[in-house]
Nanobody
């Protein structure tokens, strides 16, 4: 049974940085697509970024709103997924979720329904 556990959320000032982590367990380590979503109060959950793991972070995609400020990456040794968030804006305030697909293809995977496994979320508040 695959489990995803996020951590690293918290409060930050506008212009500051936070790094989120997502630990995956419950299955063998292999190539797959993982991503980050976020949901602000009163808004729908939106895709933030994704990466095809084991591809040395070359196959990454970002939402326009975070491109150039956020970086998705993976620890090659243990598979932990990260989201480095720099130059934070108040509009980045949301609950952030780690998600994983059952397949390795990341292209076009921007909808919640494209992902099968979900973490419980970690809150990010920017003021």
């Amino acid at each position: 049974h695959v489990q995803l556990v996020e951590s690293g959320g918290g409060s930050a000032r506008a212009g500051g940085s936070l790094r989120l982590s997502c630990v995956r367990s419950g299955d063998s380590y292999s190539s797959y697509c993982m991503g980050w979503f976020r949901q602000a109060p009163g808004k729908e959950r939106e895709w933030v970024a994704n990466v095809r793991t084991l591809d040395f972070d070359r196959d990454t995609r970002y939402a326009v709103s975070v491109r150039g400020r956020f970086l998705i990456s993976q620890d090659k040794n243990n598979g932990t997924l990260y989201l480095q968030m720099d130059r934070l804006q108040v509009e980045d305030t949301a609950m952030y979720y780690c998600a994983a697909r059952k397949e390795s293809i990341c292209g076009g995977a921007y909808r919640q329904s494209d992902y099968y496994f979900w973490g419980q979320g970690t809150q990010v508040t920017v003021s």
